[in-house]
T-cell receptor
Framework: DSGVTQTPKHLITATGQRVTLRCSPRSGDLSVYWYQQSLDQGLQFLIQYYNGEERAKGNILERFSAQQFPDLHSELNLSSLELGDSALYFC????????????FGQGTRLTVV | DAKTTQPNSMESNEEEPVHLPCNHSTISGTDYIHWYRQLPSQGPEYVIHGLTSNVNNRMASLAIAEDRKSSTLILHRATLRDAAVYYCIPNTGNQFYFGTGTSLTVIP
């Protein structure tokens, strides 16, 4: 158990819909990262937050957004969903940034039908 | 971002040591070198990280070249549970960029 909790574990929704994925970081970790992993793309970095502020942005679509709340949990919002958004979405947390190890949750498997 | 080159796949016999190489010739002086692994259907798992000196922990050892352009992850005795994709990640800034990694097969 990494200490990072992601909910829900599985999500099935229709095209055009909007979903919210939730991540609770390890106690004491200030950084949260979001990744997308689809079969043909590998692990793609989406976005990073540090203590409530956006710190880095990767290949995140404009239809996607995220935020980190004062209690440090984070949510990833995916809207106008397309079939191609079907993937595993991972959240990770670390104490600070690249000088410390990151711990990953078990992921949310999103299926868009 | 620092680019990495890793073998696509490697095989090892169970109970034998495994040396997983990574080239990161464009690494910057402040980038830590991280290694993660991912078992099927699981989230990536931290293995080890270091800056300049060789590092050891309960899972593995990390040997870093003097010029820091390459590193080697050493699993001292491979077990079947070590079969996974191993990623070498020079951490640029704060985000972790995963490449394609090395798929390790452990042969009983």
């Amino acid at each position: 158990d990494s200490g990072v909790t992601q909910t829900p574990k599985h999500l099935i929704t229709a095209t055009g819909q909007r979903v919210t994925l939730r991540c609770s970081p390890r106690s004491g970790d200030l950084s949260v990262y979001w990744y997308q992993q689809s079969l043909d793309q590998g692990l793609q970095f989406l976005i990073q937050y540090y203590n409530g502020e956006e710190r880095a942005k990767g290949n995140i679509l404009e239809r996607f957004s995220a935020q980190q709340f004062p209690d440090l949990h984070s949510e990833l919002n995916l809207s106008s969903l397309e079939l191609g958004d079907s993937a595993l979405y991972f959240c990770a947390s670390s104490v600070t940034g690249g000088d410390t190890e990151a711990f990953f949750g078990q992921g949310t498997r999103l299926t868009v039908v | 971002d620092a680019k990495t080159t890793q073998p696509n796949s490697m095989e090892s016999n169970e109970e034998e040591p495994v040396h997983l190489p990574c080239n990161h010739s464009t690494i910057s002086g402040t980038d830590y070198i991280h290694w993660y692994r991912q078992l099927p259907s699981q989230g990536p798992e931290y293995v080890i990280h270091g800056l300049t000196s060789n590092v050891n922990n309960r899972m593995a050892s990390l040997a870093i070249a003097e010029d820091r352009k390459s590193s080697t992850l050493i699993l001292h005795r491979a077990t079947l549970r070590d079969a996974a994709v191993y990623y070498c990640i020079p951490n640029t800034g704060n985000q972790f960029y995963f490449g394609t990694g090395t798929s390790l097969t452990v042969i009983p």
